[in-house]
């Protein structure tokens, strides 16, 4: 189902029909032949995530995988056909950085469905008008939608993006339609009570329209199921300021206040519960990002990285870690901190494309990646909307 540059992902599809029975799932590499401990197969999420013991596996490198069936009289039967995944490879930090300065305002977020078709959201003035939307067509970026103030974007395809912040607004491929209120002769006229009670919103995840998270300033998860915002209890006060996950079983989000305490929630498809482990009186979280439930991070002013059940603190050196995000098709990472710190993970290690960009004085705040491209969104200020694009070369 998915591979890493150090685990593959494999889903079992086919049902135990004798509740005595259990599988055995195999992997086969050049050096050796590894048999899992037999399970049952009756979880809800029947995702197998194989990092070889939490060791991970090797980079770039074929494994094959075949299951059986072990009867209650321990005979193996129904051997499945093999399958063949390859880890992903280490690709590089060659890029060269373009920047793009635009008039008053700030970025906070961006998103796309590939380099030529990027929408970043904040408030951006073009002319006497302040936009909450731009988009980039691969040649420059223009006004999108009227009205600034939105903090927070997600989508599914080039006729199905949500974005987020003082408004809730879906663009259909056509239009961008108000979700939670519109105006109506300087009148307003709420269309959806739940979302439009949690305003503003921080950031948005989900798996597809009808099954879409909010993360609210008010501490609170908002989940719409494409036609009704049910407001989920997280046991939490603090303000969110992302949300992120790998399924609807395994959510992640993190906030903070202004001052301390910080919060790292995850769901595990029926509760919100902290994070076990981290330090919250005293350490305030900022974002999350989860390639699968055994390979993701809770970053902020200590930033983890969980991978096999193990937790590996990164970035001891720097200061808050203000948004992390990855590309499932490449595997790398990019991470975003105070004091202009740009960091990418390629595979094999991180490098900080601070001097490179050169701006210390600016602040970023959000980034997209797609295979060859990396934009960055930010400001200098309330004068100066700035977004760093970033091509491999």
């Not at 305490?261 to 519960?273: E, H, M, T, V």
């Not at 995000?325 to 094999?348: K, S």
Request: hydrophobic letters at 35%; a negative charge; aromatic letters at 16%.
């Amino acid at each position: 189902e998915q591979v890493t540059h150090r685990s593959v992902s494999l889903r079992l599809t086919k049902k135990l029909k004798v509740k005595s029975d259990r599988y055995v799932l195999n992997r086969i590499s050049k050096l050796d032949t590894f048999s899992f401990l037999p399970f049952r197969f009756s979880l809800p999420d029947t995702l197998i995530i194989d990092d070889n013991e939490g060791q991970g596996l090797a980079l770039d490198s074929e494994y094959s995988y075949f299951a059986y069936r072990i009867d209650s009289l321990l005979i193996a039967r129904d051997t499945s056909d093999t399958i063949t995944a390859k880890t992903l490879a280490a690709t590089s930090h060659d890029f060269t950085w373009t920047e793009y300065t635009l008039g008053n305002g700030e970025l906070y977020d961006v998103w796309g469905t590939d380099e030529n078709n990027v929408y970043a959201v904040g408030a951006v003035k073009f002319g006497d008008s302040t936009f909450g939307v731009i988009k980039w067509d691969g040649n420059e970026w223009k006004p999108e939608l009227f009205r600034g103030g939105q903090s927070a974007i997600f989508g599914f395809s080039e006729t199905d993006i949500w974005v987020g912040g003082g408004s809730v607004k879906h663009f259909d491929g056509n239009k961008w339609n108000s979700m939670d209120f519109e105006l109506d002769n300087s009148h307003v006229v709420v269309l959806n009570q739940v979302l439009f009670d949690n305003r503003p919103y921080s950031s948005i995840w989900g798996t597809c329209s009808e099954n879409l998270y909010f993360a609210a300033w008010n501490g609170k998860v908002v989940r719409w199921n494409g036609s009704k915002a049910t407001l989920m209890e997280t046991g939490n006060k603090v303000p969110l300021t992302d949300i992120y996950g790998s399924s609807n079983n395994f959510i992640l989000s993190a906030g903070a206040e202004l001052a301390d305490p910080g919060i790292a929630l995850i769901f595990n498809g029926s509760d919100w519960n902290p994070i076990e482990g981290l330090s919250f009186e005293l350490t305030r979280y900022y974002s999350v990002f989860a390639f699968n439930p055994q390979y993701y991070f809770v970053a902020g002013e200590r930033t983890y990285q969980y991978f096999g059940n193990v937790r590996h603190e990164l970035f001891n050196e720097i200061g808050s870690i203000q948004r992390i995000r990855g590309n499932p098709n490449n595997g790398e990472i990019v991470a975003l901190a105070h004091g202009f710190q740009v960091y990418h993970y390629d595979g094999v290690d991180w490098y900080n494309f601070a001097d490179e960009l050169n701006r210390p004085e600016s602040f970023t705040w959000g980034v997209y990646l797609t295979d060859k491209t990396i934009f960055i969104v930010g400001n200098e200020g309330q004068t100066t909307a700035r977004i760093f694009i970033g091509k491999r070369n």
